[in-house]
Structure formats: structure tokens, C-alpha cells
């Protein structure tokens, strides 16, 4: 007989960053299937779903609704950093837990959120350490105006700084906008080695596209001279770019057909693989104990062994894959061992990319 | 701000809480294990170990001066209130005990990174500052001695304005504050003159 338990979905399903929600919704919706088909395990989830439309002021009430008026007491969804921020104090008064799928900037590890896909130690930090050797030290950063974009900006311009090399330009757009012909002049002028792009949505698919046609009228800025790299690119917005994409190069844990994680089948992206390992994850600490889908997040990790989340930081341990898009496809061109997730930046120590790498074929 | 604030060596780094056992004190523990320190909780007072912290956080609500192994307000480490009764005496008392930052009780699921940031950044432009007015005393100090150099040295036949760039010269020449040339010019003429021409009138 197996116990059913509710299960929080708060993804946008329509909004500027929409594809990624449905990415990882197809995550969850695939781990619930394969859950409540499996005799072996003793619970079957039911999903419970708000969809905030991209609002950013509804995620907190929408995820007050449903730890108020439903059963359920873990959450899988946000996308964007700055719904993250807004549930965490909800989350905290009723004492809910956030399964967090999509990569982000770091600097946080509350309580009540376990961060299931990568961080900068396992995204940022890696690409950094590939693309300085390999194509030179002088960079553009972009993003949009929120958290992700200004930290993740922060982050690169002290490792570059750090590197010997140099920051071109920064510059920002409102979420949503398609105004980068700014961008596009200021990149033009410059002339960097590479480009780091932390806008989402919109934005970050008309950047691609100018970036293109800036490529076709001047050789340097073709993807083998000057690449556009991305620490949040996956294969679930490759559709919106179309030929745009050839060339960028994007790290992550999981890129489609690789081996390793997160294990247990074949997924589109990486954002949909992190949202199946979270409900996986959420399966296996409920399975066969009665009650304890009433237990907070401190108390269910407390109690467990052999998980994948790390008790004090609430992060995982994940592999730092590099792929390029060529031909409509992300190829893997390095791999870096498994990295514990290292939200503050205090446990890692900086080696060089060399001792850890070994190239991909 | 005339420098960046410091964001790294925060893993490894050590954390006292005075504080008497309290849920205050798990969530703080847990806040600050995560971001990668090392903690130690102390009550009723800190021990001489925590003259080896990096950070110290002190209960506001309950503190007095004899708690902390150093003179009041002297803190050699950041120090971070933390305040559960917003009373003015409470809050008076925290800042001269050398607060640098503050968290509010109860302490849940966030707030002690940037209170480390802060506290720490707080803790360096004192620093800064008071290492720049001891040298500001100093140099003021020294004035006078300036003033008899320049004195002694226009003796020689100079205006005061070619004794003046005289001495500038001299500090030049042999590498050393325009204070420290004066100091010895004063030093000099009450013993064997030092000077040659070469060093001199250069």
C-alpha cells in the first residue's frame, strides 16, 4: 500500500524564462511517474501546482497556499534567484523545503532549500579556468539586472583580475528587454577574448542572434576567435536560438547522452535532470518511514545516510562539464571530476584546471 | 569606499559565540558552519582561547565588560552584537564594548554572512584609520623638529625658502621622511656636524 504524500510544483509556465520552468517540470513530473509506478517504493506523489505567470510578487503567496491548504511540506521549483529569495521567508514561517533545480549564483544555503543543480565552484569557476588558457584573458561580461547577472559579474571580474586579464566592459538589461545594440557596439569597440553572458530569456536569445550577425560582418567575433559563454545555457532554450547557438559554449553537470550523472536515465538538459534528482532524492528519504514527510529539512538529513545532499551546506556533489553547440548539439570538449558544491567559495582551493582535467574526445 | 571589502578567507576561519545555550546559538552555529567557519560557543565568559577567533559574536542582552579577556572596547577581532531587546542601554553598551556589526534575535535562517562582512570591513577602516592618525600625530609631532632644522640649516647664510628645499633634498638623497632628514640635521648640530657637501648641497 503505498502512502500519498503532496508535493509543491511552483514553476511559471509562461514569462520570459518559461522553457527552463517547463524543463525542470519535466524533471519532476517524470521522477513522480517512475516513483508511483514502482512497487518497491511505498509512497506515490501527488503533485500539487501554482503557476506565478512570472510574477515575482506571486511566488511568496503561492507557496504560502500550498504549505497552508495542502499536505505538503517540500516544494520543487523557482527558477530565477530572485522567486528563490521570495519564498525563503515563507518557507521558513511554515517550515517548508524548497528542491531547487536551476544553477545560481551562490552565497546562500538556507535551511529550508536544498540546491540540486550547480553553484559557481561547479560552473563559473571551471569555464573560467578553460576559457583564459584557451582563448586570453580579456572579457565582456553581461546579464540581467537582478541578483544572477550582478553576482555572477562580481564573481568573474574578481577571478579575471585574479588571472592577470582584463574586464572590457559590464553592462545590464532589464529582464525581459531586447535592447543590445548597445551591447553589441560596446563589444564591437572593445574587441574581448571572450564574452561571458549572464542574461536570461529574451534578452539573452536577441544578444545571441545580434552577436551572430556581429560575427558574420567581423571575423574576430566568431565563436572560434571571441565565444559567448554561458554558466545557465542548456539544451531547453536551444529551440528559441536556432543557428544562433552554434559555437556558444555553456558548463554545466549534464549535457544530453552523458554518462554519469545524474544516473538513471537518458534527460533533455541539465535543468531537467536536476529537478529528477531532486524528487528522486525526496523519494528515497520518505521511502519506507511513516510520518516522515512531516519532518522538517534538518530533521529528515539528520536522521539519513548515504544521501546526496550535504548536510551543511544543503548542496551536492556534481561533475563540471564544458560543452560547445555544434550543429544543434552540445559536445563535451572537458571534463572536470566531481566537485562538492562550495556556496561560499571557503572550501575550495584554488588548483590549477590542469592537475583535475582530463580532455573529451 | 576608497578599498574593495573582503570576501575571501572566510572558510576556516574561527567563530566564538558568547552566548548561554539557546536556539540563538544552533541557528548562528549552523548559519556560520555553512558558510565554512569553525565554531566554538562560550558562556559565561570567553576564554582566553578566543583571543585566537577571527570573529567574535557577544550576547547584547546579558554582556558587561567583564566577559571579554581585552580592556572594554578594545575588541582585537571583529565583533558582531547580537540583540534580542532593542534598549538603548543595551544598545549603548554593545557599541562600547566595539560592535562592528549587529544580527537580531532570534537568529533563524539567514544574516550572519553579511554581518560578518560588515563587521569585518567595519573592523579594518578602524584599523586603517587609527594606524593613519597615530602617523598624522606623529608627523605633527614632529613639526617642531622640522622647524629647528630649517632654522639651523638658514643659519648656514640661506633664505628660510633654499634651507627649506635644502632639507627636502637631503630627505631625498639619503632615502629616508622629510621629518626623519630634519631629525637628524637637529640630531647632527648638537654633536659633530654630519653633513658632507655632497649629501648636503647636492
Known sequence: MKRRIELGLLFSR?????????????????AIARINADPEIDLSFVPVERDPGGNFD?????????????????????????????????????????????????????????????????????????????????????????????EMNRLARERIVLAGGEVMGERYLPIGSRDVGRMIEEIRFARPDFVLNSLIGPSSYEFLTAYRALGE???????????????????????????????????GPYFRGEEGWPGGGSFGSSHEAAAFTAVRELARLLA???????????????????????????????????????????????????????????????????????LVK | MRRPIRIQNLGGARAAILHRPHATVQALTRQLAAIGLEVTQFWPELGPEALGADFVFFDADMGHDGMFPWPP??????????????????IEWSLRAGA???????????????ALLIARDAFDAQHALSAEIDELRQRLDRRQTVVRAVTLLAARGKSEEAAYAQ??????????????????????????????REEGDG
Open chain 1, 58 to 150: 506571486l511566488y511568496g503567496p503561492m507557496c504560502a497556499e500550498i504549505l497552508r491548504d495542502t499536505g505538503a511540506r517540500h516544494v520543487v521549483g523557482c527558477v530565477t534567484s530572485w522567486s528563490r529569495k521570495e519564498v525563503i521567508p515563507t518557507l521558513e514561517k511554515h517550515g517548508g523545503t524548497l528542491w531547487y533545480a536551476v544553477p545560481y549564483e551562490g552565497f546562500e544555503a538556507s535551511d529550508h532549500v536544498v540546491y540540486t543543480h550547480a553553484c559557481p565552484n561547479q560552473h563559473l569557476l571551471p569555464l573560467l579556468d578553460w576559457v583564459m588558457p584557451a582563448h586570453g584573458r580579456r572579457a565582456y561580461l553581461t546579464g540581467s539586472n537582478y541578483i544572477w547577472g550582478w
Open chain 2, 73 to 90: 572596547g578594545a575588541p582585537p577581532m571583529p565583533m558582531i552584537a547580537l540583540i534580542g531587546s532593542e534598549a538603548p542601554g543595551r
Open chain 1, 217 to 251: 560582418e567581423d571575423g574576430h567575433f566568431r565563436p572560434d576567435t571571441c565565444p559567448i559563454l554561458s554558466c545557465n545555457l542548456t539544451e531547453c532554450e536551444l529551440p528559441a536560438l536556432g543557428p544562433a547557438a552554434e559555437g556558444l559554449v555553456s558548463a
Open chain 2, 100 to 114: 562592528h556589526a549587529q544580527l537580531l534575535k532570534p537568529v533563524g535562517d539567514h544574516g550572519a554572512y553579511s
Open chain 2, 167 to 196: 632639507l627636502r633634498q637631503m630627505a631625498m638623497s639619503w632615502r629616508v621622511t622629510f621629518e626623519e632628514a630634519a631629525e637628524r640635521i637637529v640630531a647632527g648640530s648638537r654633536g659633530p656636524m654630519p653633513l658632507t
Open chain 1, 14 to 30: 509562461s514569462g520570459s524564462y518559461s522553457l527552463i520552468s517547463e524543463a525542470c517540470r519535466t524533471g519532476v513530473l517524470s
Open chain 1, 288 to 358: 519506507g518511514r511513516p510520518g516522515a514527510e512531516n519532518l522538517s529539512l534538518a530533521e529528515l538529513l539528520a536522521s539519513d545516510q548515504g544521501g546526496i545532499v550535504d548536510p551543511g551546506t544543503h548542496h551536492t556533489i556534481l561533475p563540471a562539464l564544458i560543452a560547445r553547440v555544434e550543429g544543434g548539439r552540445f559536445r563535451v570538449i572537458q571534463r572536470r571530476a566531481d566537485l562538492p558544491g562550495d556556496p561560499y567559495l571557503t572550501r575550495t582551493v584554488d588548483t590549477p584546471a590542469a592537475a583535475t582535467l582530463r
